[in-house]
């Protein structure tokens, strides 16, 4: 003979803190549905979570089924940088350039010269004391001013 659930009355569900299907005590309801309920074995109280109900498996459908398209590989950052500095390198005078300073200021398009990193030249000022710089093996973020 079913009852109808009421506070007091005892069912199962899952503890929040012992994280198990457990017994609980129903502590408050609203109307016919269930709000909070406290666990027997650790006495904790928490909101009521009814159970997931388990879904059917969808009816396979016959039919064409979709043939994923290839991914593109995505592009190679370095590779870009390689490529620019490429384009850049016949327009650079080694003579001309300034030696890397982390005191100094510079402005885009400076040719610098690194102790460790060689030539390179200034891409983007980031204020308030750093510069993007294009070196021939990558760009770096350097201090400066």
């Known amino acids: 003979m079913n009852r109808p659930l009421s506070a007091g009355s005892l069912i199962v569900t899952k503890c929040t803190r012992c994280r198990a299907e457990l017994n609980h005590t129903i502590v408050a309801m609203v109307g016919d549905k269930i709000v909070r309920v406290e666990c027997d074995t650790c006495h904790g109280t928490h909101a009521y979570h009814a159970p997931k109900t388990v879904k059917e498996a969808a009816a396979a459908k016959t039919g064409q ?73 990558s760009k770096k973020l350097l201090r400066c001013g």
């Open 65 to 137: 089924t979709k043939v994923a398209a290839a991914r593109k590989a995505k592009a190679d950052p370095d590779e870009a940088d390689r490529e620019e500095w490429a384009s850049l390198q016949s327009g650079m005078d080694p003579d001309k350039a300034v030696r890397y300073d982390m005191n100094a200021t510079y402005r885009v398009n400076t040719l610098l010269i690194h102790s460790h990193f060689g030539l390179g030249i200034v891409k983007a000022v980031l204020p308030p004391n750093k510069i993007a710089v294009l070196f021939q093996d």
